[in-house]
């Protein structure tokens, strides 16, 4: 007995560490002094004092407690009612309608994300209104109410419906009768479906994403959007912080369905607690909002971690436009969106060849390059350029190439190409983009062929290629490739010279190389869509990052190749020098930039998804 006892606690203790463990080490990484997550280097709250200076982070937080605290007791109020009514009466249909009930719980959140977007682009022409906190709402309570008519109905199993009865045969009315003896009995339930209702409106990203406006980003959108450089102790110390409201909320709800808990208890610190939580969200609203006068507003939608806050903070006090910035992972998220008719933005940053299918799709208007006068710093090499001929719909921004880091205290051999990532000596080591048209386009350059090539029998040839590589490859990573080669866990990596630069400043050992086949050269470029309400906000930023000074501050953060040739004139020498960010000339003139294939993206689809099964 004492042996199956021994051996039960060891075995939960393993079940109980291989499920939790990966939180304990986030949490415990929130309190680390060093921003690398692979080494412990002392105890720090610094991390913590960071998060809540960053106004970013607070409007984010701000905009996710208002929706949570609103779309929940809306979720609840309809919740309550619909449970009741659907517990009390009989009638034809009513076992079609309790299904109905059930789908938004079990139907993909994805589908239920795109059929909201879809909903909402069409009918806020009509309606004049644009997606933001009342959408997020909307969509909240859409998802949260099935949960909450579940809750409340599992506490209704089993009452006895002679109270009610009673309390009527003795003069009580109605709606004495559901206040003084069905709703005491119930309560617990209602708290508890409240409660899960607002831990899934707290958590929820992917409808979020698709129904947010410019102005409206929550709190995970932001964290999703925070990691494409890195999980830094700051998105764990936001992580923890959300983890532990979670963590209440789960215990008041199993404390509530427990018959021995003291409901009374249970529901006053359920009820302090909630109330807590919005006084914390009304304070946040005016903390945010602190030294705020009205201002005109300026959207914004940016590849994450692109843009310093600094310079927003910049241009906000000397034009006092508040700028509301969101962000995006990858070109198609972006054009997703503006094709489903997201028209709240008023400044967008798109790739060259996502440019050229903007342009095709008619989303974009032409840029009057009269009101930005600054663009005579732009470099004429990067002006132009196929995608956009004359720039009449396109500024750049920024751009920079895919190249090749290698650790030299790993490999023991000379890479100068693609063709060297193929070597069995790198099995299990090397990072790639994750990014189909980059790793796709590096085997047909392998092969001699453009990274633009559309000929099947050439893109046969490619696919076999990278399926011989798989063996190769130990990750595919867009978001923080360079963690990877920061840590040691991969000794090669594909991935952009910024992630290079970045990675070569922690690990010593790094060295970059430009591969010999050719470089794939991606350039990042500012464009207004034919919606923007405020295009001369849009011309005044695009003037403003592109002064000497201020495209310097974001050099400085954001190692990616500037094209402004007045910044060049006062930039530190040491990131002018880097290749991993400026290229050599001659790599850069016989370098490809993507262009738009039109409907042979399928086929490079199809390829991407053999090659990722």
């Known amino acids: 007995m004492k042996k199956n006892s021994k051996f039960?606690?060891?075995?939960?203790?393993?079940?109980?560490l291989f499920l939790y463990a990966p939180i304990l080490i986030l949490v415990l990484f929130s309190f680390n002094e060093s921003k690398l997550n692979a080494v412990w280097t002392g105890f720090s709250l610094k991390w913590y004092k960071s998060l809540f200076a960053n106004e970013s982070i607070l409007t984010a937080l701000k905009n996710t407690l208002i929706i949570a605290v609103t779309s929940t007791i809306l979720s609840v109020m309809l919740g309550t009612v619909t449970a009741v009514g659907m517990y009390r009466y009989k009638f034809r249909g009513k076992g079609l309608l309790d299904a109905i009930l059930f789908i938004p719980i079990v139907i993909p959140?994805?589908?239920?994300?795109?059929?909201?977007?879809?909903?909402?682009?069409?009918?806020?022409?009509?309606?004049?209104?644009?997606?933001?906190?009342?959408?997020?709402?909307?969509?909240?309570?859409?998802?949260?109410v099935s949960y909450v008519v579940t809750v409340v109905r599992s506490r209704l199993d089993g009452f006895d419906k002679h109270l009610e009865e009673a309390a009527m045969d003795l003069g009580a009315t109605p709606l004495q009768t559901f206040f003084k003896v069905t709703l005491p009995v119930i309560m617990p339930g209602i708290v508890s479906g409240g409660l899960l209702a607002f831990t899934l409106s707290l958590d929820d990203v992917i409808i979020s994403f698709f129904v947010a406006g410019a102005e409206s980003t929550t709190l995970p959108l932001k964290v999703l959007s925070?990691?494409?450089?890195?999980?830094?102790?700051?998105?764990?110390?936001?992580?923890?912080?959300?983890?532990?409201?979670?963590?209440?909320?789960?215990?008041?709800?199993?404390l509530l369905n427990k018959a021995s808990a003291n409901k009374k208890r249970v529901l006053r610190f359920a009820s302090i607690f909630l109330v807590a939580i919005i006084a914390v969200s009304s304070g946040i609203a005016t903390l945010a909002h602190i030294g705020q006068k009205p201002k005109e507003e300026l959207n914004i939608f940016n590849w994450s971690e692109y843009l310093p806050q600094s310079v927003i903070d910049k241009f906000e006090e000397e034009y006092n436009i508040k700028v509301n910035y969101s962000t995006f992972s990858s070109n198609e998220e972006m054009l997703a969106k503006l094709q489903a008719g997201a028209n709240n933005y008023d400044l967008v940053v798109a790739s060259d060849y996502m440019v050229e299918t903007l342009i095709k799709q008619d989303i974009l208007q032409e840029i009057n390059k009269d009101n930005i006068p600054n663009i005579k710093y732009m470099d004429p090499a990067v002006m132009d350029l196929s995608f956009d001929p004359?720039?009449?719909?396109?500024?750049?921004?920024?751009?920079?190439?895919?190249?090749?880091?290698?650790?030299?205290?790993?490999?023991?051999?000379?890479?100068?190409?693609?063709?060297?990532?193929?070597?069995?000596?790198l099995a299990n080591s090397i990072v790639v983009l994750d990014d189909q048209r980059a790793i796709i386009g590096m085997a047909l350059k392998k092969l001699g062929y453009s990274i633009n090539e559309t000929d099947p029998k050439a893109l046969a040839k490619a696919e076999q290629e990278l399926l011989d590589l798989q063996k190769n490859i130990k990750a595919y990573d867009s978001d923080s490739p360079k963690t990877l080669l920061i840590n040691g866990e991969a000794s090669v990596g594909f991935v952009w010279g910024a992630e290079v630069s970045l990675a070569m400043r922690e690990n010593k050992n790094l060295k970059c190389v430009i591969p010999e086949e050719g470089i794939f050269i991606q350039q990042d470029n500012f464009v207004i869509p034919k919606k923007a309400k405020n295009v001369k906000g849009a011309e005044l930023f695009m003037d403003f990052i592109m002064r000497p000074e201020i495209s310097v501050e974001i050099s400085n953060e954001f190692p990616y190749a500037n094209p402004n040739t007045g910044a060049w004139e006062i930039m530190d020498e040491s990131i002018l020098n880097d290749i991993a960010v400026y290229p050599p000339t001659e790599a850069v003139e016989t370098g490809e930039h993507l262009k738009d294939i039109g409907n042979n993206i399928d086929l490079f689809d199809k390829i991407w998804s053999n090659i990722k099964k």
């Open 109 to 144: 959140e994805i589908v239920m994300g795109i059929a909201m977007l879809s909903f909402f682009s069409m009918v806020q022409d009509t309606l004049n209104f644009e997606m933001g906190l009342i959408t997020l709402i909307i969509a909240h309570v859409t998802f949260s």
């Open 8 to 16: 039960s606690i060891v075995y939960n203790f393993i079940v109980y």
């Open 226 to 254: 925070m990691v494409k450089f890195g999980v830094t102790p700051e998105i764990n110390a936001l992580s923890t912080i959300m983890l532990l409201i979670t963590v209440i909320m789960v215990v008041l709800m199993e």
């Open 390 to 425: 004359g720039n009449k719909f396109s500024i750049p921004y920024m751009w920079g190439d895919a190249a090749i880091a290698v650790d030299t205290s790993k490999v023991d051999f000379e890479i100068t190409g693609y063709k060297d990532l193929w070597n069995p000596k």
